[in-house]
């Protein structure tokens, strides 16, 4: 199965430490979700893979990934696929070299055209939002059969089921599930109901 076949919506989470990331994944899982992207934009991004990775059930990824020694270490800490910003052949040659699935962010038709050159079939568009949403990802699936697109960056629950409903779009990201705010507060209630609810968006597109 593919990454994005296997859970139609994937939160973006960025950890301020690491104690938020076994609570964090119980939430989700709670809530049915089963993939969970933990950034490396902080310092807790990768400690917190680590305390996550071993939740049965979950599939944890790594984002922000932007050096090809990083898919290393996030892969020693239990990352199973790894998420870039842009296109970098080195990041995603190494994530190759490793087993790892790549999801390295596009946003032209250059991008994709290396995509291509590099064997991907799955590719995160970002960001989504000021891309042009929907309408960008019809217009650039076109020429490209058989690519399919993880919209990441401006996707809310207020427009996930847009972009759901192209047949290029598989699955969405966000960080709405599970925000800053309501890691800091340990609303895990919250985020397990939020989780749900996206999840329940899925079935109606």
Known sequence: MSLLAKCPVIPVVVLDDPSQARPLGQA????????VEVTLRTSAGLPGITAMADLPGLTVGAGSVLLPEQVGQVADAGARFVVSPGV????????????LPALPGVATASDL????????????FFPAGLLGGPAAIKALAAPFGG??????GGVSAANMADYLALPAVPAVSGT???????LREG???EITSLSAAALRTTRTV
Not at 29 to 34: A, Q
Not at 147 to 152: D, E, K, N, V, W
């Open 28 to 35: 989700l899982l709670d809530g049915g979700i089963d993939v």
């Open 88 to 99: 970098s052949t080195e990041v995603v040659t190494r994530a190759q070299a490793l087993g």
């Open 113 to 124: 055209m290396t995509a291509t050159a590099l064997g991907l079939t799955e590719v995160k």
């Open 147 to 152: 690519m399919t697109f993880l919209p990441s």
């Open 176 to 182: 709405w599930m599970a925000g800053p705010e309501l």
């Open 187 to 189: 609303r895990w209630a």
